[in-house]
């Protein structure tokens, strides 16, 4: 039997407050749903064609697992959940963080200094992730916090733009942790928290694995190139088995202003002069300007590892991971006890990444893990046309990966994991977003669109991307052959999304159930719902395809009938982004991003509740990210 590495005591904790010092029998179900399984010693064995096959076009209606009523597409600005079930709302941005008083309150006009963001919730929820402390009764969440709407985050919007207003949407930037406690159904943040605490756009952190310390890392500030100052665009987000959180640094190269001749190396990554994502920090502070500083954008699109049960701890960037515009990183466990940490990076025609740990996870907690992601193998996907695939590995002197085309080291290929995936020719796919596990050890990972794709180009369509103009998007799912660390895989399409009525036919899909599309959230949960997330963008959304979706939403599917049905609809110009739940299936989280985003994804401060209100309602009030306790009347399992 697997050891339950989760719930393994770290008797070498110092005396900060530890989550490992509280006995719960039930912490094994904070993994991701795969991960308990796996923990749990269940590997199923490969199902061959049979299973291959079994994928949503297959299995009957009136799933076992889904027991509620589907609610229908909306345009209001409210959450929409099925009857039986509460929508309440906790977190929003700007809301204190371990603190309470009238000085860290939320000033509705945007006016709040930057000294009094670095004690609030950041903008932008994100991934978000449920540590149980007492059961079901209390916990932290732990949020990331993608980006910032300088329109709301301002009651100026970028009119002007000053140092203190730099230091503002840095600090709006990262991670939140937070303290959250049940009273009669009704959750609620603990102000004060010993685990309350903030991780910015500037909070010092390491980096580890075979590109610290390299060339390409060093910078004035930072000669020895180990030390780096903050995280940013963070995404998606993962746990692992050992109790940590991994936060993803998705388009972190939007926030870097380059020159005018850049480098192949920049061009690769898209940087631009002026930055790519309008957010103007390189105007007042040079970290940002790359012109000056060319290497700080390869400090940037790790993943990076947080131990939210010691908060004095620093958070390490691990590079071993490979860079890259990191959607999540998602952990399974071998049956021998190794990490594997699936990836998406959500860019047009970029790559899924797996990174296979060299050793096996010890007991012991944060503190016996902590080089545990610095030593192993990242693999990139290749997909073949006849539902095969390969794991290629990114090791440098293997293969093209040398010194002769460019890469001096290992630090090298891992700091351009782009160009050497180009020159492994691995699968360039359809933006690739969240990746989980489910129960019988099947991959899934949402393709949220491509409206690049198209026949006759380079690349064209392939068995795993194959529709032009993907509007809509699609999962794949794979199995890897052997266990999780196998290099060779079993790869099927779980559903192509779409609306039934479209008269493109590429845009229709195969759902079988309630239509939706852009999926980009995923989350298994401990009764092995599949939860998917959708992200159709603001530019796109009610228009086109998109015609008759209405506003973002959240549903739930059956990875065994391949049957989805929609669960919840979100409030105008949203995404939802991000699910967790407590240990008893009863209480689910869920954070809403950008309400009220315009096309622009910037509002006007004039008007920063023109398109939506929520969650206040209160005409005017600055629209809120959040996040969303879902729970049923009756007290019972989420999803029946
Ligand atoms: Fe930040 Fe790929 O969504
Ligand atoms: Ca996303
Ligand atoms: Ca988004
Ligand atoms: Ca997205």
Known sequence: ????????????RSSNPSIHDISDPTRRTLLRGGLGATLSGLLAPLGGAAALTACASTGSAGSPLLGFKSVPISTTDTIVVPEGYTAQVIAPWGDPVGLSGENHAFKEDGSNSAAQQETQLGMHHDGIHYYALNGAQSGMLVMNHEYTDEGLLFSDGMKTWTPEKVRKAQAAHGVSIIEVEQRNGQWALVNPSPWARRITA??????GGPAAGHALMQTAADPGGRRVLGTINNCGSGITPWGTYLTCEENFINYFSGGDTPSEHEKRWGLKKGGAGGYRWHEHDARFDATKNPNEPNRFGWVVE????????TPVKRTALGRAAHEGATVAVTQDGRAVVYMGEDARFEYIYKFVSRDRIQPGGARANATLLDHGTLYVAKFNADGSGQWL???????????????????EVLIKSRQASDQLGATKMDRPEWIDVDKNGWVYCTLTNNSNRAVGKNPGLDAT????NNSMGNIIRWKDEGDFHGTTLKWNHFVLAGDPANTRAEARGNVKGDMFACPDG??????????IQTDMSTSAMGKGDLARLGNNMMLAADPATGEIRRFLTGPRGCEITGATGTPDGRTMFINIQHPGESPSERSDPAEPGKLSNWPSGKAGSRPRSATVVIRKRDGGLIGT
Not at 202 to 207: A, D, N
Not at 398 to 404: E, F, H, N, S, W
């Open 522 to 531: 995923l989350w298994t949960d401990a009764r092995g719902v599949l939860w």
């Open 202 to 207: 500037s909070t010092p952190m390491t980096v």
């Open 465 to 468: 991307n194959p529709r032009a």
């Open 306 to 313: 947080i131990d939210p049960s010691n908060p004095s701890s």
């Open 1 to 12: 039997m697997a050891k339950d590495y989760a719930s393994m005591e770290d008797s070498n």
């Open 393 to 411: 590995p990114l090791t440098h002197g293997q293969g093209p990966l040398t010194a002769a085309n460019g890469f001096a080291d290992q630090g």
